[in-house]
């Protein structure tokens, strides 16, 4: 069973960074996207960043430039860099996954991580 494990959530002051890790375990192949979603409570949950086998990134509008989302392939993880972060980017942080194996799709979810940004 394929499990999404995120980690680096955390209070930090407006202007503070934080790197968030999300590493896929029970599988043994490499997802076709990988992705970051956030959600504030009452809110629609949004995308974030993500990356399309094998060379598309897309961002949210509000995060670009400020937000860096990468890969480590060899270790089924994903990254996210968060730059010059402002009190609206306070949210639950979920790691997705979609994994396309012979012909058939499957998408995971991790079970999110608190990002908090306040003086």
């Known amino acids: 069973q394929v499990q999404l494990v995120e980690s680096g959530g955390d209070s930090v002051q407006p202007g503070g960074s934080l790197r968030l890790s999300c590493a896929a375990s029970?599988?043994?192949?490499?997802?076709?996207?990988m992705a970051w979603f956030r959600q504030v409570p009452g809110n629609k949950r949004e995308l974030v960043a993500r990356?399309?086998?094998?060379?598309?990134?897309t961002y949210a509008e509000s995060v670009k430039g400020r937000f860096t989302v990468s890969e480590d392939i060899a270790r089924y993880t994903v990254y996210l860099q968060m730059n010059s972060l402002k009190p609206e980017d306070t949210a639950a942080y979920y790691c997705?996954?979609?994994?396309?194996?012979?012909?058939?799709?499957?998408?995971?979810w991790g079970q999110g991580t608190q990002v908090t940004v306040s003086s």
């Open positions: 997705y996954a979609k994994f396309y194996t012979y012909g058939y799709e499957f998408e995971y």
């Open positions: 990356i399309d086998r094998p060379d598309t990134i």
């Open positions: 029970g599988t043994d192949s490499s997802p076709e996207t």
